[in-house]
């Protein structure tokens, strides 16, 4: 009889150990793949550099020896004061051109008012302006995409030029600008309407209309004329 026993418990323990073991791999492995995705969006940008009294964070996005470039992403401070972007940075003895705004780079910031953005910037991300106090903008000549609803939700934005490079443009580029006074758009894409006209009129040579930008403030039903 205690051999039968035996026999029962070896079998148990035979069945639930392997079991056990399992479950504590799969558990090891969640606290595992926790930590690196920790340290994977604890990583938002490679370095920062100071220009006019405040850091601006960057993310390589590439490292060729012939072509070293970044993006400015967002950092773990606020922006109080005017922001000037550089051409270029240089980061352990190297030097990188400013390619890039990323996404939210500097979202939220409603005491940033005023930032001046270089030539070889060539895309600004999503929402990288969302929300900031800038009155002002005047895009670079290199500027080729705008992400959608980059420059949303800026209460105070009066002008922006629209600089004929640009050939994409999200949605919504410039929802809830009230203070916008112009029309915007280029050659070839129309970005947004002066949001409480109640005439649109639509320049001759538009080829393309984004989505969103008839987004009209405070008119439901605008006359659209060409």
Known sequence: MKCLHRFYLLNIYGIIT?????????????????????????????????????????????????????????????????????????????????????????????????????????????????????????????????????FTNNQHLETINFPNSISKVGENPFYKCPSLTHSVYNNTIYAAFCQDNETVIIPDGISTITRGALYIGKTETPEITS
Do not use: H, Q, W
């Open 18 to 150: 392997p079991i056990i073991l399992s479950i504590m791999k799969k558990a090891l492995l969640l606290i595992l793949l926790g930590f690196i995705s920790c340290e994977i969006f604890a990583a938002d940008y490679d370095f920062y550099v100071k220009s006019n009294y405040v850091n601006i964070y960057y993310k390589i996005t590439c490292s060729d020896i012939s072509n070293r470039t970044v993006e400015v992403v967002r950092g773990d401070e606020s922006y109080p004061r005017p922001v000037v972007i550089p051409s270029s940075v240089s980061y352990s003895g190297k030097k990188y051109t400013v390619t890039g705004i990323g996404d939210y780079a500097f979202s939220s910031n409603p005491d940033l008012t005023s930032i001046s953005i270089p030539n070889t910037i060539t895309y600004i991300g999503e929402y990288a302006f969302n929300d900031t106090g800038i009155t002002n903008l005047e895009l670079p000549e290199s500027l080729i995409t705008i992400g959608r609803y980059a």
